[in-house]
């Protein structure tokens, strides 16, 4: 009885909550990690991929790696800092790291804020120079570059003046907006699977649903965590940049 008891007590409820995040999390890192890996390669060996068979959904997938062949600077750029970004991102969350490797942590964390700013700014070139699903596409990507620069700005501000709280809730929200783009890859593969639309007609849509997605779930997670813990408004004096309590 007792341990039914613990199980239900608040504290065993945020432990399970954060047990879920966590895995939600991992799993997003994952899928942005092999789809950066992915494209890397097929922009490496565009030979290699030409060369499978001739399957209209592959020919579809195809028709997308030509686009983004013919801006190969510019995807690299965006997609290299995104490989280290996602790599560093979720080192940044764990407790022990930030309290025994307090000097890592500070360092990892301005160059995750640069990383960020190379990948927003070249997220807004690639809405206008890549685009697939039209205007719908576009206006989701320009949108949520522009909201990921400005939560990055505004958690840099915050803890230049030493507002760990409000510095730990708008990288929550920037670091939601980029697992977005790792969010839209399910569904898009569910769109190619289902085969009743092409990608001009669902990328947007695939965007929009990403992005809100995950942006709603950090939004919900900050509120969540608001409730049932006190951020320490005295952590970390010296400026270190906080991510996750």
Do not use: C
């Amino acid at each position: 009885m007792t341990a039914l008891q613990n199980s239900r007590t608040p504290a065993a409820a945020g432990t399970r909550s954060r047990k879920v995040l966590w895995g939600v999390v991992i799993l997003l890192v994952a899928i942005g990690l092999a789809a950066v890996a992915r494209r890397a390669y097929v922009l490496i060996s565009p030979a290699q991929i030409a060369s499978q068979p001739d399957v209209s959904r592959l020919a579809a997938a195809r028709s997308l790696d030509a686009g983004f062949r013919a801006h190969r600077a510019l995807t690299f750029l965006h997609i290299i800092p995104a490989f280290l970004f996602f790599s560093l991102m979720p080192f940044q969350f764990v407790p022990a790291i930030r309290r025994r490797h307090p000097e890592w942590h500070r360092w990892s964390g301005r160059l995750l804020l640069l990383l960020g700013a190379v990948i927003g700014v070249s997220a807004l070139v690639m809405s206008f120079t890549m685009n697939i699903g039209g205007a719908s596409e576009t206006a989701a990507t320009t949108l949520f570059a522009i909201l990921f620069l400005l939560f990055l700005g505004f958690g840099f501000w915050n803890i230049r003046r030493r507002r760990i709280a409000a510095h730990r809730e708008w990288m929550i929200r920037a670091f939601g907006v980029a697992l977005g783009v790792a969010a839209t890859r399910p569904i898009i593969g569910a769109f190619f699977a289902a085969g009743r639309l092409s990608p001009h007609e669902f990328f947007g849509a695939a965007f929009w649903l990403g992005f809100t997605t995950t942006l709603l779930g950090a939004e919900g997670w900050i509120h969540y965590s608001a409730r049932h813990s006190a951020v320490s408004r005295n952590q970390f004096p010296d400026g270190t940049l906080l991510f996750f309590r």
